[in-house]
């Protein structure tokens, strides 16, 4: 299981999308799934919840999620503040954290209205503090750093896909390995 960590904007699903179809992999979205799971969108739980009911649903999905192998995990931006949480990601998955400046993001997310937190009279400073909050979180968990800047999705796709071959890590093999008769995708 390969689990994408970052700030919100930061890449993770589309990047997540593009890493599992070059690995020949599933893809999964935990924020898509907890909204599943909720039978609302996660801004409406939010609101209504509030932060720490949510954070409770997104660590039994994440748990239920890291069961799984062979996969490319988004995870939502907050999902390391609980410890739990970074415990089972660092030891059940290959974490690669996005890292993205709190300027890149509000250029990325200016005009984003679906996400909760940053619904503030100033995202660009709110983004800031959820840097200074979870970067060193992010940074605990992470097996892997890439600095998202303003690469592509392919030269971010290809960056990962590096460290991982570098480390070792291929999960088309392990995935081929279970499926006799499989063979790698690209």
């Known amino acids: 299981m390969i689990s994408l960590v970052g700030l919100p904007g930061s890449g993770k699903s589309t990047v997540g999308r593009h890493l599992a179809r070059r690995l020949g992999v599933s893809f999964l979205d935990s924020d898509a799934l907890i909204e599943k799971d909720l039978g609302c969108g996660i801004r409406t739980f939010f609101e209504r919840e509030g932060e720490s009911a949510f954070r409770a649903v997104e660590a039994r ?26 415990r089972l990601l660092r030891e059940r998955s290959h974490v690669v954290y996005l890292r993205s400046t ?58 990962i896909a590096m460290q991982l071959e570098l480390a070792g890590i291929c999960l088309v093999e392990r995935n081929v390995a279970h499926q006799p008769g499989g063979s790698p995708q690209e």
Request: glycine share 4%; charged share 25%.
């Open 102 to 159: 709190p300027e890149e993001l509000f250029r990325r997310l200016r005009h984003d209205r679906n996400r909760p937190l940053l619904q503030v009279a100033d995202p660009l400073q709110k983004l800031r503090v959820l840097f200074e909050e979870r970067d060193p979180l992010y940074r605990e968990v992470a097996h892997f750093t890439i600095d998202t800047g303003r690469p592509s999705v392919a030269t971010l796709v290809n960056m």
């Open 61 to 86: 999905v994440l748990a239920a999620l890291l069961e799984t192998s062979s996969s490319v995990l988004s995870t939502g931006g907050g999902a390391v503040l609980l410890a739990e949480n970074r």
